[in-house]
């Protein structure tokens, strides 16, 4: 059974993708794994996988909680590359995790999250293309909400420029206030991910490594920070609560029908 698109995008031969899908999903209040939760019948983790392949041939799954029950979900691809993370430390280790699995042509990489089964393939392909075009080192996948809660908030300079993404557990009550959020989904160069996540530091509220970190690193080392906002929302929707997997069942039975709903 088929639930991506059919339709193939190929920006360039040395990009691959990792796709983030160790975590737990305790708010999920299950004890089954949070991608394993089905949507229309399928896993979650399913659309993710189907939408890179159809954008990069290389593709990492990092997992970690059931990693042996994610994995077969997923038996039907079997040119999948699987990276064990033993400790969830977060989501920059996990990255950190799977360039050992990247194959060596790879020179960018897109990060793609096991729980935003909605993101379309054009998306995930115009965030490749705009990387390049603007041989940034790092671009970063955004989108406004008008209810930001939980989302990580992107801080801007005066010119517009991306500085740094501040998590919700850590931002201050001004910051709380910005609309414009990290999707959780990025495209790097590899070397430039293989000198920064080393570097990352677990000094938060959360005691964890985070990705997002590597936003303020590239800017105090002058490397350029590229950012690619899609407009459509909904399409971005993270799956942590029941109610998410309510909604985005009924968004993807929308797109089965021919529609094309948005959210905020």
């Not at 105090?220 to 929302?233: F, H, I, R, W, Y």
């Amino acid at each position: 059974m088929s639930c991506g698109s059919s339709g193939r995008f190929k920006p360039s031969q040395d990009v691959s993708a990792i796709i983030l899908a160790a975590g737990q999903g305790t708010r999920m209040k299950s004890k089954r794994a949070k991608v394993l939760h089905e949507i229309a019948g399928v896993p979650m983790i399913r659309y993710v996988v189907e939408t890179a392949l159809s954008v990069v041939d290389n593709v990492v799954l990092v997992v970690g909680h059931q990693a042996k029950s994610v994995q077969a979900a997923l038996s039907a691809y079997p040119f999948l590359r699987f990276a064990l993370q033993k400790e969830q430390l977060g989501t920059g280790h996990a990255v950190m995790t799977a360039l050992p699995e990247l194959p060596a042509n790879a020179l960018d990489v897109v990060i793609l999250c096991g729980d935003t089964p909605l993101i379309r393939p054009q998306t995930v392909f115009t965030l490749i293309n705009q990387h390049k075009a603007r041989q940034a080192d790092l671009t970063v996948l955004a989108t406004r909400l008008q209810k930001p809660f939980g989302y990580g908030r992107i801080l801007s300079d005066a010119h517009g420029n991306v500085m740094r993404i501040v998590e919700e557990s850590d931002a201050s009550n001004a910051e709380k206030k910005i609309t414009l959020v990290n999707t959780g989904a990025y495209c790097a160069k590899i070397d430039f991910l293989a000198e920064s996540l080393p570097n990352l530091r677990n000094d938060n509220a959360q005691g964890e490594f985070y990705l997002t970190d590597i936003v303020d690193m590239a800017c105090k080392n002058g490397q350029p920070v590229s950012l690619v906002e899609a407009p459509d929302s909904f399409e971005l929707l993270g799956i942590n609560t029941r109610q998410d997997l309510i909604k985005a069942e009924n968004l993807v039975r929308q797109r089965m029908n021919g529609g094309n709903p948005k959210s905020s």
